[in-house]
């Protein structure tokens, strides 16, 4: 979504870092394009002027020390990093939970926000936390609402409390009273109350929203908004802000390609922070939002931590276990071991967004490769392996002309890719190989070392056997040898 706006921050810090030595001309300069560049994005005028303002205020105080150190256009960056994470809103905020359950979160928004879809994602959240959530059907007003929320919830293992049809009929008030109740019953510890979407600024339904909230006593009302809608989304949150009232924000349709100004003036124009992001249209597309992160990404920095942590989830702990254990003893990877590696990927979605969170992604070189990057290769190189035996996955030595061509069959590829696979795999053990031994003057690079503890032992050279000596043809020499 900030393409756009990262692409102009490197440019703008591009210029600066020609500069050398800077003058108050400079972050002049520099300011103008920054505020030219979140202007562009759709961020609240306000909002933009605030920020630079404040960049440029922090930059002339410290002028005279950033001019002293090596890297003058580092310091002016620095700030504008810190004060990107402030608009975001600083830091990550939290569900408060009540101390006696069930907690009652409420979601509110304008009609078309994904308000429904969000309610599944943050149950299943919610769940994989630990947590036992139900979701209510309080939106009676939307046709087909409550099926639609009784699909989701079935798709993440997550019950729906939905005791009127909808479609108008039925009293959203009573549900939501009668939901949490039905929750205390069965020992649920969360409840989240999906309520109707709103058009505009309607102030009949705006009053229900509000008869809602006066029932149900929320410890959480979340307003949900639509990443996409630009300046428009801040004058809605304003509206019911003032009309019913949120403690926090949670952002739909994240990844989508608007310029994203809701993001960046919405917590400054409300006061209330970003609590949740959807990323994505999977269920799994759905974290704590966090402004540090965001901010990174904006400024090209990447987001190494939560590629870091989605990897961490992806794989289970007894597999990273038998990984490790087979470092340690010096054991060769092999296809099966692919293979496991292959379903922890897939489980970690869409590899061109992972692969978007490495610092520098919206360079020109790696965008590019990101942009021919292809998802489908993932399942296609999968259904290859697949299609071995276990002998063959153990040993890809076995694999002569007439195996690969009934794997190519199997697989529904040509030959030519099975041949691939196998060179690349080859290769790639053979890399790890010497990564291990410090062979060739590879060692394993910082953050892929093994942990404290479990370092790979040494690998000592085999033992050679004793040459044989050669016997002598005299057969009177050769009865002395023996």
Known sequence: ??????????????????????????????????????????????????????????????????????????????????????IL?????????????????????????????????????????????????????????????QVVGESVGVPVFAPEPGNGVGDPIRVAKDGIKFAKDKLHNIVIVDTAGRLGIDQELMQQARDIRDAVNPDEVLYVVDAMVGQDAVRTAQAFLDGVGFDAVVLTKLDGDARGGAALSITQITGKPIMFAATGEKVSDFDLFYPDRLASRILGLGDIQTLAETAKSAMDAETTAKFEKKFIEGADFTLDDFLSQLEAMKKMGSMTKLLGMIPGANSGAIKKQLEQFDDNELIKTQSIVQSMTPIERNDPKVLNGSRRARIAKGSGRAVSDVNSLVDRFQAAQKMMRQMRTGKGGMQMPPGMQMPPGMAAPAISKPVQPPKKKSRSGNPAKRALES
């Open 1 to 86: 979504m900030f393409e756009s706006l990262s692409n102009k921050f490197a440019g703008a810090f591009s210029a600066l870092r020609n500069k050398g030595r800077l003058k108050s001309g400079d972050l002049s300069d520099i300011a103008n394009e920054i505020k030219l560049a979140l202007l562009d994005s759709d961020v609240a005028i306000s909002v933009a002027e605030a920020f630079v303002k404040q960049i440029e205020d922090r930059s002339l105080a410290v002028l005279d020390d950033v001019n002293k150190s090596t890297n003058p256009s580092q310091a002016i960056f620095n700030i504008v990093n810190e004060e990107l994470t402030a």
């Open 89 to 149: 809103g600083g830091s990550a905020r939290r569900i408060r939970l009540a101390k006696n359950p069930p907690t009652v979160i409420l979601l509110t928004g304008l009609q078309g926000a994904g308000k429904t879809s969000l309610a599944g994602k943050l149950a299943k959240w919610l769940k994989d936390q630990g947590n036992t959530p139900i979701l209510i059907a309080s939106d009676l007003q939307r046709p087909n609402a409550v099926t639609q929320l």
